[in-house]
């Protein structure tokens, strides 16, 4: 299967292009013909699956198509699309992905996350988004500053559920839930699926396409030896210490 399958906007193509992309990965293969489709997606996939691209390129291509629709009428303004991750390592990768596959579109995005000063990214609010990555506590902050407002999201992407609860996060979630219209489109991401995690996507999913697979390569499979022959001088003595 290649990316002309997915029936994706040229402007998404030349970037993937760019990347080297040439296959999808099996999470966006079955991901985002259903993202595209508006349904909601229930995904079991671990990092390094692909899941990011998985949501993160439908979620351009139909917020690039929608503002080229709506040029000629009066724009909807404000957050069409909210990615909650748990940590900020990951947000910055999920924003850099935005940045990468929607290089070439009118999509715009921004990041907030706490430990820092909140100045630069209430900045960054004031100029418009169409789409936010956060984690959830200076996502509540801002919130409940006045800064962000959800009202006109459509898109509620939930990455990394199972961190989430580990990292303690679940009850600032259902928070964040109750800023967000019940008319959205969700997409659920988590590695494993216990039952506290399968009853918020229960809570948070309307009819949901489940999809899942196998997690990439172990780390384990990827590690190659090499042999490398020296002198029997050269070799460390067993008694050598290592510091
Ligand atoms: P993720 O699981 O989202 O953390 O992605 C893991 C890595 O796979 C990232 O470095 C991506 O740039 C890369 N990647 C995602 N999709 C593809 C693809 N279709 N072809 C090649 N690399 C990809």
Redo the contacts with the bound molecule.
């Keep these: 299967m290649s990316f002309t399958s997915l029936e994706l906007i040229e402007p998404v193509m030349k970037a993937l292009t760019d990347?080297g992309?040439?296959?999808?990965?099996p999470i966006?293969q079955q991901a985002v013909p259903y993202v595209m489709a508006r349904r909601d997606v229930q995904g079991r996939a671990q990092?390094?699956?692909?899941?990011?691209?998985a949501f993160a390129i439908p979620i351009i291509q139909l917020i690039h198509q929608q503002k080229m629709q709506a040029v000629s009428r009066k724009v909807q303004t404000g957050i069409k699309a909210l990615v909650l991750t748990p940590s900020r390592e990951l947000a910055v990768?999920i924003e850099e992905s935005f940045a990468t596959y929607g290089r070439y579109t009118n999509v715009k995005h921004t990041i907030v996350y706490g430990g820092v000063s909140q100045v630069p990214q209430t900045n960054a609010l004031r100029k418009g988004v169409d789409v936010l990555v956060a984690t959830p506590g200076r996502l509540l902050d801002l919130i409940n500053q006045g800064f962000i407002k959800l009202h006109h999201l459509e898109l509620f992407v939930l990455d990394e559920a199972d961190r989430m609860l580990d990292m303690g996060f679940i009850n600032d979630i259902r928070k964040v839930i109750k800023h967000v219209p019940t008319k959205r489109q969700t997409l659920f991401f988590s590695a494993t699926m216990p039952n506290e995690i399968q009853k918020l996507a229960s809570e948070m999913l309307d009819r949901p396409v489940k999809v899942e697979v196998t997690p990439p390569t172990s780390t384990v499979d990827k590690i190659t030896q090499s042999i490398y022959h020296t002198n029997k001088a050269d070799k460390p003595r067993m008694h050598d210490k290592v510091r």
């Design positions: 990347e992309y040439i296959t999808p990965t966006q990092t390094g699956t692909g899941k990011t691209a990768q």
